[in-house]
């Protein structure tokens, strides 16, 4: 099989007529401009060295190296090798709160903004396996089904903003369950990743980190924000500054971090800030090595080997030639012609 990894790039070849067609103007012009200035005839007998047959000869090694250097910027590619890969990792489950709480900005630029950043680095972190997404506040629900297409996956993390639910709230037990129900059933490990400030309005999620516990998933979770927290930012101009309470004051919201270390500890995970995100991926991918990997797909692969060496190779040697030849003629040719007359 044949292809080129550029097929853009070929549009350049365009220009090599074009080229042609201007050197035979300029050709031309010059030709023109010489019959100006007396006979033709004459005029080569003044120039008995120059060579036309060379002109064009150079020109037409330069054209065909522009052509090589073109076709091997597209990278021309040939045969393939077929293997079958029986692609072998753990799920992956990233639950991303999205309550309100998220729009605080105790952690620059926001809760939510900084979620976003680490969720995706860890999906990085945590390549070859299968990632899927949940977005929660009081109710949660399956964004992303388990896949390998990380980039549709960071796509929906860079989307996932607490405008995209009218619940508000958190309700870490509703997303525990939904993420049990989301993976597939077997015997395997998996792994939850809970990405939230720890706010809970329902105080079940230590119940149902234990029984996802039991069921073989391990929970990590990432406290978002800080323990001075801030104030909730209103997104309706109508509501002031702040989102308000029913007597009127500024809501607070603070990092609840000894909520998401006992979700983390009854879960078999751990409990990480997301000031130290640097340590979450190599934590996660560590813990993630010592569990039974599961065989969930078989991949077929097709390598294509590259060849743009030898065009680029066989362009620097016409070029190399054609720097070599001259415009006059050879002197013994042209003695000898003299000789022959």
Do not use: C
């Not at 090798?81 to 309550?99: C, H, N, Y």
């Not at 990085?124 to 390998?148: C, M």
């Not at 004051?249 to 500890?265: C, D, F, G, K, T």
């Amino acid at each position: 099989m044949f292809r080129f990894a550029h097929n853009e790039y070929l549009y350049f070849l365009a220009l090599i007529p074009l080229l042609a067609l201007w050197l035979w103007w300029v050709r031309r012009k010059r030709a023109q401009m010489v019959a100006q200035m007396g006979d033709p005839a004459l005029i080569r007998r003044l120039m008995p060295y120059a060579s036309e047959w060379k002109w064009r000869l150079k020109h037409s090694l330069r054209l065909a190296a522009l052509t090589l250097l073109i076709i091997g910027w597209a990278n021309p590619q040939w045969g393939t090798r077929r293997q079958e890969v029986k692609a072998r990792g753990v799920d992956v489950l990233l639950a991303i709160d999205i309550s309100r709480s998220m729009w605080v900005p105790d952690i620059p630029p926001n809760r939510i903004t900084r979620t976003q950043r680490v969720a995706q680095q860890l999906i990085d972190d945590l390549s070859g396996n299968r990632i899927g997404i949940v977005l929660f506040a009081w109710e949660a629900f399956l964004q992303l089904p388990l896949t390998h297409d990380y980039a549709a996956a960071k796509q929906m993390i860079r989307t996932a903003d607490p405008s995209l639910t009218l619940a508000q709230g958190t309700d870490i037990g509703e997303a525990i369950r939904l993420a049990m129900r989301a993976f597939p059933e077997d015997d395997h490990h998996k792994v939850l990743v809970i990405f939230t400030d720890g706010e809970d309005h329902d105080k079940d999620a230590i119940q149902a980190a234990q029984e996802a516990s039991e069921q073989g998933l391990i929970i990590f979770t990432i406290g978002v924000g800080t323990a001075q927290g801030g104030f909730i930012p209103a997104q309706d101009a109508r509501q002031g500054t702040y989102i308000r309470d029913a007597n009127g004051q500024p809501v607070r919201s603070q990092l609840n971090e000894s909520w998401l270390r006992q979700i983390a500890r009854s879960g078999g995970g751990t409990y990480f800030h997301i000031l130290n995100a640097e340590r979450v991926g190599p934590t996660i991918s560590k813990r993630i090595d010592t569990l039974e990997k599961q065989a969930y797909e078989s991949r077929l692969f097709s390598e294509y080997a590259s060849y743009f060496q030898y065009f680029i190779a066989a362009a620097l040697l016409l070029l190399l030639i054609e720097f070599l030849i001259s415009y006059r003629k050879n002197s013994w040719w042209q003695q000898s012609r003299e000789t022959t007359i």
